[in-house]
Structures are given as C-alpha cells and as structure tokens.
T-cell receptor, first 118, second 115 residues
Framework: NAGVMQNPRHLVRRRGQEARLRCSPM?????VYWYRQLPEEGLKFMVY????????ESGMPKERFSAEFPKEGPSILRIQQVVRGDSAAYFC????????????????FGQGTRLTVV | AQSVTQLDSHVSVSEGTPVLLRCNYS??????LFWYVQHPNKGLQLLLK??????LVKGINGFEAEFKKSETSFHLTKPSAHMSDAAEYFC?????????????FGSGTRLQVQP
C-alpha cells in the first residue's frame, strides 16, 4: 500500500509562472489536506478537500492559489503568477473516510514538494 | 478555536540523556493530540497520538507522551537520546468533533543530540 505520493519533489519556477503540485492520497482515503511550511516555521493549514468538494479553504491566500480534488486523479494545488514569497515546502496529507463528527485518528503525510521561485 | 504552543524552539541534549519536549494546547473540545517528527528535507512521520484512550501514550523509537487535561499539556519524553533522534518535532492538535477537520501545528522544536 503506497503512502501519500506527491510530485514533483522539487519544483523551480520563475516569477510570474504557474506552479502545479500534485498529491495522490493513500488508497481508500477520500480526505486531502494541503499545508505550507515556510523556512524555519511549522506547517500552516491551507485547504481541506474531499472528492469534488472544497470543505475548508480558510487557510488559502485569497488570490493566485486554488485547489481541486477531482473524482478521478490526484489533488492539485495550483499557484498562478508565483512570487518569491511562495517559496516553501508544500505538504499533502490524507485520511480515511470517517463518519459525521468522527475524531481524527491519524493523517498520513507525503514527502512534500519544495517550491523555489527564482 | 484550537492552538498549540511549543515552549522551546531548540533543545540540546547529550546522547544517552533524557529528552523532554514541551507542548501546551488550547481547545474548545476534547482534542486529539499528536507528535510528528521531521528529519531534514524529509516528510513528516507520526511518533504517537492521543485520542481519548489512555493518557500515557507510547510511540515509536522509545518516545512517549502524557496527556494532562488539568495542565493542558502533552509533553514528549524519551529516557535516553540517540544521535538519530536529532530532528524537528511538531506537536499537533485536532478538534475532532467539529466540521473543520484540520490539524493545527505548533511552531516546532529542533532537537540537537550531542555526542
């Protein structure tokens, strides 16, 4: 059972380009979360998605950032017109489907994508 | 709203001595609590978790943590540090019984182990 797969592991973009980060959750997991880690900081929540639905995007910057988790295929975090401040490690986590009000038991994290904007 | 405070940004110990990484949390609900470890340029690995069962939780690599509701603490300990324990450690809280199913991370504690 493969873990959470993120690609690419490293991504270099020039200012103004678009960055697309991919996350394939663990098999059987229908909840996906994206986090951003700036240098020397902890992880900050960005967005929580279920298949074809954005459940909570309260941590997403209002502009240039978007996320999707289609019915088929990986979850995508898209950053348009990247700026130097977007340079960070972006982590994806997945967890299994649980019932309403169920407690977190564990989130499984990918290896992350390290985005460098030059 | 939930929050996590890791009281030390850096901790340095000698190999073979005990490790204590401190974490205090704030939560409106009965929280789930986790410790994750991140080695340089690597992903996050779950060390242990508390989800309302036993208050003393044992994890991997000899680590354990005790949930103390009266002190709102979840400190991570290990009796004897090993060189391979050098890494960044994150205390994490989740308010599981709410609609917002997100993890809130502490700012991290960097553990150094001296030979």
């Amino acid at each position: 059972n493969a873990g959470v797969m993120q690609n690419p592991r490293h991504l270099v973009r020039r200012r103004g380009q678009e960055a697309r980060l991919r996350c394939s959750p663990m098999k059987g997991h229908s909840h996906v979360y994206w986090y951003r880690q700036l240098p020397e900081e902890g992880l900050k929540f960005m967005v929580y998605l279920q298949k074809e639905n954005i459940i909570d995007e309260s941590g997403m910057p209002k502009e240039r950032f978007s996320a999707e988790f289609p019915k088929e295929g990986p979850s995508i975090l898209r950053i348009q017109q990247v700026v130097r401040g977007d340079s960070a490690a972006y982590f994806c986590a997945s967890s299994p489907r649980t019932g309403q009000g169920a407690r977190w038991t564990e989130a499984f994290f990918g290896q992350g994508t390290r985005l460098t904007v030059v | 709203a939930q929050s996590v405070t890791q009281l030390d940004s850096h901790v340095s110990v000698s190999e073979g001595t005990p490790v204590l990484l401190r974490c205090n949390y704030s939560s409106s609900y009965s929280p789930s609590l986790f410790w994750y470890v991140q080695h340089p340029n690597k992903g996050l690995q779950l060390l242990l978790k508390y989800t309302s069962a036993a208050t003393l939780v044992k994890g991997i690599n000899g680590f354990e943590a005790e949930f103390k509701k009266s002190e709102t603490s979840f400190h991570l300990t290990k009796p004897s540090a090993h060189m391979s324990d050098a890494a960044e450690y994150f205390c994490v809280v989740s308010e599981g019984d709410t609609g917002r199913r997100a993890l809130t991370f502490g700012s991290g504690t960097r553990l150094q182990v001296q030979p």
